[in-house]
């Protein structure tokens, strides 16, 4: 079964408020089994626009991922985050299929 992703890009305004959400965000994503593969690394955007932060975030389902952004506690946490900033987030389904090479 594919793993499921979170791709959040995010301009954070009120670092206090973004920090609120950060700690609520912790038992929803435990309880989901979410990974962090990216979380504000340095990067290049050779391509079209960007934020200033960039996170990955892995699930062991595509399930599991919208699970996690549809439960109350993610929803509780989503509201600290409302203005805090802006931010894009896309929830995809991971691919297993051949790979190049």
Sequence with gaps: MPKGYWIARVDVHDAEQY????AANKKP???YGARFIVRGAPF???EGGSRARNVVIEFPSYQAALD???SPGYQAAKALRAN????DIVIIEGYDGPQPG
């Design 44 to 46: 290049e955007n050779p």
């Design 68 to 70: 996690c952004y549809h």
């Design 29 to 31: 994503f435990a309880e």
């Design 19 to 22: 920090g609120k959400y950060v």
């Design 84 to 87: 805090a900033g802006i931010g």
